[in-house]
């Protein structure tokens, strides 16, 4: 796979939604707070830390209707063939869409960001190396805040 490292914009009027409740909707949810208060949770059970964020959602089924006007996806609900298809119905729609348990079916992959004042630094593997993206990205980030690389 090959994915182009982008920043896209996401202003109050770009619709986001998460479809899923758990673990790892609660995780994607939790980053993207840092970003914006603007997106939309869908699923039957929405664990309590999303709750706690300032995002709108909804404890039911995800519908097709859902995905009027969303220009990101996030697709996590733990279960392969509804991810598939939600995942399909987005394609036929042109939205950017990550599915959380497949990175091959993902337009897009969440990279281990670290952000500071107007400074952003993320490390991606392609979806393929969660886990050393996560430390290479905490070792810049030691590294700026003991000065030993120099950023200015």
Do not use: Y
């Amino acid at each position: 796979m090959d994915f182009l490292p982008v920043n896209i914009r996401i202003s109050e009027g770009t619709r986001i939604l998460i479809v899923g409740g758990g673990k790892v909707a609660t995780h994607k949810a939790a980053i993207l707070s840092r970003f914006t208060s603007s997106a939309t949770i869908i699923a039957p059970e929405v664990s309590d830390g999303i709750k706690a964020l300032p995002f709108h959602w909804e404890e039911r089924e995800f519908s097709e209707s859902d995905l009027e006007g969303v220009t990101l996806l996030f697709v996590c609900t733990g279960n392969r063939p509804l991810n598939r298809h939600i995942r399909s119905l987005a394609r036929r729609r042109g939205i950017l869409t990550s599915v959380c348990d497949s990175p091959s079916e993902c337009d897009f992959t969440s990279p281990a960001i670290w952000r500071q004042g107007n400074l952003t630094v993320s490390v991606a593997s392609d979806g393929k190396d969660v886990k050393r993206s996560i430390r290479v990205r905490n070792r810049i980030k030691e590294a700026i805040e003991h000065d030993t690389i120099q950023i200015d």
